[in-house]
């Protein structure tokens, strides 16, 4: 059994002798995160850290390319109880995977050792204007930059501080370059979950015109009938961006879409960025009693929400203030219930591959009810500082 879990870095390490006389690209990755979260209501808090380590490899011939990373992390938690999102900050993404490549090598009270395939697919590219890619591969069709509920593949968490590889999808996924700007794009997905399993077909055009980007597209997610669109245009100096899908769920017709404007203004000679994106997502919590239930449905155990409310705004401002240092605060509204998660962080890049990074994350607002259930969505967060370091190699 051990064997076979270690077989996809078995498979990459023994190959990289023969793939150097293809002259493949041959990369890493290497985070660690130290963590210190204060005890509430909801966490025991304590001392954690994560390390996680990934390779990567990809070679092309012909009109054939392929591509392969391979992850592991190891997570550490003083106060035990590690559960199935416990790697926290920094963790190893993913979620409703069709092919078994990823699982837990070892595990105990405080120690969680994990692995995952996260990139394992073929693009055969016959003539210029049309490719197709099978296997495991990132997809996504978000349009706003935090909060991206009609993107119909796996989503960020929106205050993940480290967002350098977005999850990998399994999926058959065909696209057509009608132009500069025109494509054709077709993807196929199954997906395996406690929730079930289910297949997204879609299909999605997207062009410019006068300067305004458009996509719609149409098919079914998670065999849910499902239509979407996203856009986004330049107005006075600032970008407007919008995503929405209209999914028939339960007999119902679902709502989840979001709006975000972001522009840089002038500081000091410096530029300070600012992003405000608002989203409502009919999967959410309409009120604070509702916040169980989302914990448990499907949507939530398919990793499709970001968020828990059905109404949030997140507002962020970041600044350089020296070529090597450069600051943010982001900001979460839970419109619904009013709680608050504050984020802000301090980045130094240490050299060209080395980023030194750290922030601290404080929600506000009640956490549990006298029954143990949650009452806020942000109030449940514990203070949590940490320090991290990223290299790339």
């Known amino acids: 059994m051990m064997l076979q879990r270690l077989l996809p870095l078995v498979v990459l390490v023994g190959t990289a002798g023969p793939m150097r006389a293809q002259a493949p690209e041959i990369r890493g990755y290497y985070l660690n995160v130290g963590s210190v979260s204060r005890e509430n209501a909801a966490s025991a808090g304590g001392v954690g850290d994560l390390q996680r380590i990934r390779v990567m490899a990809s ?66 590219a016959p003539i210029e204007a049309f490719e197709m890619t099978v296997g495991r591969q990132t997809i996504s069709w978000a349009t706003t930059l935090f909060l991206t509920p009609a993107d119909p593949f796996v989503p960020f968490d929106p ?75 330049t107005v006075a100096g600032a970008a407007v961006r919008g995503e929405g899908v209209l999914r028939r769920h339960r007999g119902r017709t679902v709502k989840r879409f979001a709006i975000g404007v972001d522009r840089s203004f002038p500081l000091a000679g410096r530029d300070l960025y600012v992003v405000a994106e608002y989203q409502h997502d009919d999967f959410g919590a309409g009120d604070a009693g509702a916040l169980a239930n989302v914990i448990a449905s499907d949507a939530f155990v398919r990793r499709e929400l970001q968020v828990l409310g059905q109404d949030v705004v997140a507002l962020q401002a970041s600044l350089q203030p020296h070529p090597l240092w450069s600051a943010a605060v982001l900001s979460m509204l839970n419109l619904t219930d009013e709680s608050v998660l504050a984020v802000p962080s301090l980045s130094y890049s240490a050299g060209n591959e080395l980023t030194l990074r750290s922030g601290v994350f404080v929600g506000f607002g009640p956490d549990l009810t006298p029954m143990g259930l949650p009452s806020s969505e942000f109030g449940l967060v514990p203070t949590t500082f940490y320090l991290a370091l990223s290299a790339f190699f």
């Open 59 to 124: 070679a092309r011939s012909g009109v054939i390319a392929g591509d392969v990373a391979y992850e592991q992390s190891l997570t550490y938690r003083s106060a035990g109880g590690l559960g199935d999102r416990a790697e926290g900050i920094g963790g190893v993404p993913g979620g409703a995977e069709w092919l078994e490549l990823q699982g837990t090598l070892a595990e105990s009270a405080h120690v969680r050792w994990r692995h995952r395939v996260d990139r394992l697919f073929v693009t055969l």
């Open 159 to 233: 205050a993940e501080p480290f967002r350098d590889y977005r999850a990998g999808v399994d999926a058959l996924r065909a696209r057509a370059f009608l132009g500069n700007f025109t494509d054709i794009d077709v993807v196929v997905r199954p997906s395996d979950s406690p929730a079930g399993k289910t297949v997204t077909v879609l299909a999605r055009g997207k062009t410019v015109w006068r300067g305004i980007e458009g996509a719609l597209w149409a098919g079914s997610v998670h065999d849910q009938a499902t239509v979407g669109l996203g856009t986004t245009a």
